[in-house]
């Protein structure tokens, strides 16, 4: 279940301010409706802007993966694997390793997201793969433990200032933190880097120009998928720096896309009429003297 719009349901006591304007998303595609009906965009996503950052523990990752699947192929074939058209299969299949990984991870987050989203909605989640079991009984967990009101799910926000546009999981009030916040639920194996905390960070300028409120806290609760299920919740602690480099790294999103290299002036590869030849010494008259 996704609710793309700001809920009302009874579970909630805080409300958020009318937005300044609307968000449409599609297929994580946004656009903002303005007052007046115009719309501005296409807007560059959140995440997406995010790929900019070097990903040193995934690069790593997907090598493993690709040589795992090559290794199990190779044993399970035996002598058949040995076939140069049969080994090259392997080779190709083995190179695409990680992003069927990738896919069949995004889709049981997803699912366990929608598990997430019906518990904060008073629900008993219905009908997710037994996989999900500790990560749905571990937030039931962090739910009962945490002062946070979350007020909205699901929410699509975006900055008209800086164009781009997102979704978070949910925003919250919490009076021990100092009121509104956004919290973001990972399903992953661990914390690499600061690329969550830039993410939330995306959302929450998104959320203050739109809805014209402070956003004072953020909160990152991970959920592993596997044993053996570790949980934990991270606040970013510093939002002002998160903004910044989230800004950066839109920034240099944006610089990649202008050609900042022109043609080459000088290149020994160019065809030989390409390079100018050399002028020819002049021959000097003969001397009388003989030289």
Not at 203 to 221: C, G, L, P, R
Request: glycine share 8%.
């Amino acid at each position: 279940m996704q609710n793309t719009d700001i809920p009302s349901a009874s579970y909630k006591a805080m409300k958020l301010p009318e937005p300044k304007y609307t968000v449409s998303a599609d297929n994580h595609k946004y656009s903002i409706i303005l007052p007046t009906g115009e719309t501005v965009g296409p807007l560059k996503s959140v995440t997406g802007i995010l790929n900019v950052l070097a990903k040193d523990a995934l690069i790593g990752w997907a090598a493993r993966e690709s040589a795992n699947f090559f290794k199990t192929e190779i044993l399970r074939m035996g002598r058949a694997a040995l076939d140069p058209a049969m080994l090259e299969q392997i080779a190709k299949d083995a190179a695409g390793a990680h992003r069927r990984m990738a896919k069949d991870a995004a889709d049981l987050g997803s699912k366990c997201h929608d598990a997430f989203e019906a518990i904060i909605l008073g629900r008993e989640p219905e009908g997710h793969p037994k996989e999900l079991n500790e990560p749905v009984s571990a937030f039931k967990t962090y739910r009962l433990q945490s002062d946070i009101e979350v007020v909205a799910t699901e929410v699509a926000v975006a900055s008209a200032k800086h164009r781009y546009g997102g979704r978070l999981d949910f925003l919250g009030y919490s009076k021990v933190r100092g009121g509104w916040g956004i919290g973001d639920l990972k399903t992953s194996s661990g914390f690499y880097g600061s690329e969550y905390a830039y993410q939330v960070a995306g959302y929450a300028a998104a959320v203050e120009e739109m809805f014209d409120i402070k956003i004072a806290w953020a909160e990152i609760v991970r959920f592993s998928k596997k044993p053996p299920y570790e949980s934990e919740a991270r606040p970013v602690t510093d939002m002002a720096a998160a903004i910044l480099g989230f800004i950066t790294a839109l920034n240099m999103v944006r610089s990649n896309e202008i050609k900042l290299i022109g043609a080459p002036t000088f290149s020994s590869a160019g065809k030989p009429e390409m390079v100018p030849a050399l002028p020819k010494p002049k021959k000097k008259p003969a001397s009388p003297l003989g030289f």
